[in-house]
Structures are given as structure tokens and as C-alpha cells.
């Protein structure tokens, strides 16, 4: 590396924030495609109900299904709540 | 028995012609017989990147219609041995590739062919789906960039769950991961995702990595296939690429940039 890239090199480097958001996406993305069809539509579902209560920005809400073994699958609904004082 | 391989990426425009003209042209140059086959309908463009664009009379669909046999559609290249092309058409009906005909094609193919390369349109629709339906293996091309990165791993997911041998479980597609377009002064300097990134994103074998380079315009500026151009950079990758399809253990070239002079070391280049 020479001396101007060390200095540039404080600054994020794009490639890693690249990479972050396709590692967050692409997890969402296979799991969507393994899950049942109805799972995006039971997400908005579950959206609009919460939304009744608290206002939540629709990126804080996954719900998936995990196949534990033949006889029992989980589904996790993971929902982040905003900061209360706001 | 013939193998068959998509060469295939989800998003357009990032190199399955040139990877599917060189591919095609190396596994050739090794002494197999080789069929590249443009999935392509409506755009066709195969037959550009292989120089042989005036040679066309028939094409696929006139062929599933029975308007014509392979013997007469198939292009033999002039350059080299046992390298032949099957053209698309320009029809822009989409709908003009049956599952049933180009079974048929594809299974008279296997007879006189060992390798198969079917050149994908872009996208996840039925046209993408129509070239890797059949496959045993692919190479799915991708380029150091989000939204092809992305796109590749919707493919990869059509691959494992809408092909024939996942309808049919049997053992599934063989992946392979192609990085094209790869400029490793920007992966040096932290502004483009590097090898390490897209494999552990996508985490499937890699099987090449071709650099971005001034051949591969040069090559398509003359219909050659870049790997005809043996002195380059890009037609030693895709070489390097074949021969690790072929099942060799090849080392990777062009990863990392040339060592430059302490001047240029200390205050950039
Ligand atoms: N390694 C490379 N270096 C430079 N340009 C490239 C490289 N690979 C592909 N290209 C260029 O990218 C463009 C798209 O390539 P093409 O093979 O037609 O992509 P696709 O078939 O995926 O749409 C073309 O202009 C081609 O010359
Ligand atoms: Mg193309």
C-alpha cells in the first residue's frame, strides 16, 4: 500500500460496505426461497397488525421457518422495536 | 455421454457470450467436441463474438419446428477443430423454445457431441430457465458488483430447485463460480469486492477469474474468441478456466497487481 493509500484508508471502503449489505440480503433472500410461499404475505400480515400499536420501518420485521427435523418446524419472527424516547 | 453446461449470471451484460464463445473455443483446442448453443432468442449475438454472423441460414427454432436438421443449421468454425455453433433465432416470439423440442435438440446433440455449452439470455424468466433446465453443470458468471452478485444467487437458487435433475432428485447441478471483469488495483485500493468476497457470499467452487481487460473488446471488435488470443491476459484465464473444467489443478493467475517501482509504491500510482 503506499503512503496516500494509508491516509485514504481511514475512510470505510466501499467493498466492505458492498459486501455487508449482500451478505444481509442474500441470507434474506435464500430464506425466502426455502420457506413456504405464503411467508411474505404472512410477514405483511403481521406487519400491518404490529403497525396498529407501533410504527416500525418494514426492514425491522423477519419472520422465517426453520425445519428442525421431519416432525417439527419453527417459525421465527424476529421484530425490532424503535428507540422508546423517540 | 455429452455434458452439458449453462453458462449463466441472472443479470445481463456481465460476460456469459464472451465466457460461453471462450469456453466453448478452449474446450475445443483441448480436442473435445464442442457445441456452444445461444439461448439467446431474439438477441442473438453468439454468432458475432464467433465471427461467423454471415454464415447463418437456420437456426435452433427452425430446427425444433422441423423447418430444418442440425446438419444444415450447425456452423462448423473455420479456425478451429471440433468447434461447432448452433445460432439462435430472431424471432421474438419468447415462447418459440418448447421444453419437448429443445429436449430433442439437445439429446440429438449428445449424440455427436462430448460438451454442450449453452450460452443464457440474462434475467430468471423462461428463457434463462429453458437454458439451464437440462444442465449437469454451470458456471455461473459473475462480475465484483452488488447487483451481479446478487443475481447470481437467485440463479443459484433456480439451479438447485427448477432444474430437470432437481425435479427429478437426482444429484444436483455441478456449480461453478466465474469471476469476470475482476481489476484487482480496485480490490487493492478497497473500491471493488474481491475474490474472497463473492466466494464467501456465494460459497460455491470457483472455477476462474478473468481480468478486466482490453482483449476481450479487441476480441469481440474482430469475432474471435478471446481465447484464440493466447498472448492476453483474459484468453489465458479462460484457458486456465478449461483446464480446470477439465478436472486439472490450476493455480490463479491475475489476482493481485504488478509489483510496481518504490516511487510509485510511496506515493501512489
Ligand atoms: N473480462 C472482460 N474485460 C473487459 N470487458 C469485458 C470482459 N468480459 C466481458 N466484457 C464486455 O462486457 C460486455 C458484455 O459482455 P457479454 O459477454 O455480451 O455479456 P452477457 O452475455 O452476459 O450479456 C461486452 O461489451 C464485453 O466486451
Ligand atoms: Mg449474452
Known amino acids: 500500500m503506499s503512503l496516500l493509500d494509508y491516509f485514504r484508508s481511514t475512510k470505510k471502503k466501499t467493498a466492505s460496505t458492498a459486501k455487508e449489505r449482500l451478505q444481509i440480503i442474500v441470507a434474506h433472500e435464500r430464506n425466502r426461497r426455502s420457506g413456504p410461499d405464503y411467508l411474505p404475505q404472512l410477514e405483511r400480515d403481521i406487519l400491518e397488525v404490529i403497525r396498529k400499536y407501533v410504527d416500525i420501518p418494514a426492514d425491522q420485521i423477519s419472520v422465517s421457518l426453520e425445519q428442525r427435523s421431519d416432525e417439527l418446524s419453527v417459525l421465527e419472527l424476529n421484530v425490532s422495536f424503535p428507540d422508546e424516547k423517540r | 455421454m455429452a455434458k452439458i453446461i449453462v453458462v449463466t449470471s441472472g443479470k445481463g451484460g456481465v460476460g456469459k457470450t464472451t465466457s460461453s464463445a471462450a469456453i466453448g473455443t478452449g474446450l475445443a483446442l ?143 447441478i455441478k456449480e461453478h463460480l466465474l469471476l469476470t471483469r475482476y481489476n484487482p488495483e480496485r480490490v487493492a485500493k478497497g473500491e471493488m469486492l474481491s475474490v474472497e468476497d463473492v466466494q464467501e457470499i456465494l460459497a460455491i467452487p470457483l472455477i476462474g477469474v478473468i481480468p478486466e481487460s482490453q482483449a476481450v473488446l479487441n476480441a469481440s471488435n474482430s469475432g474471435q474468441p478471446v481465447t484464440l488470443d493466447q498472448e492476453s491476459d483474459a484468453g489465458q484465464a479462460y484457458l486456465d478456466t478449461v483446464s480446470r473444467l477439465l478436472g486439472n489443478n490450476v493455480d490463479f493467475r491475475f489476482l493481485t497487481v504488478e509489483k510496481k517501482g518504490l516511487l510509485k509504491r510511496i506515493f501512489g500510482g
Open chain 2, 30 to 172: 483441448s480436442g473435445h467436441k464442442t457445441v456452444i448453443v445461444d439461448f439467446d432468442i431474439g438477441l442473438r449475438n453468439l454468432d458475432l463474438i464467433m465471427g461467423c454472423e454471415r454464415r447463418v441460414v437456420y437456426d435452433f427454432v427452425n430446427v425444433i419446428n422441423g423447418e430444418a436438421n442440425l446438419k444444415q443449421t450447425l456452423i462448423k468454425d473455420k479456425r478451429v477443430e471440433n468447434l461447432f455453433i448452433l445460432p439462435a433465432s430472431q424471432t421474438r416470439d419468447k415462447d418459440a423454445l418448447t421444453k419437448e423440442g429443445v429436449e430433442k435438440v439437445l439429446n440429438e446433440l449428445a449424440k455427436d457431441f462430448e460438451f454442450i455449452i449453452c450460452d443464457s439470455p440474462a434475467g430468471i424468466e423462461a428463457g434463462a430457465m429453458m437454458a439451464l433446465y437440462f444442465a449437469d453443470e454451470a458456471v455461473v458468471v459473475t462480475n465484483p458488483e452488488v447487483s451481479s452478485v446478487r443475481d447470481s444467487d437467485r440463479i443459484l437458487g433456480m439451479l438447485s430447485s427448477k432444474s430437470r435433475r432437481a425435479e427429478r432428485n437426482e444429484d444436483a
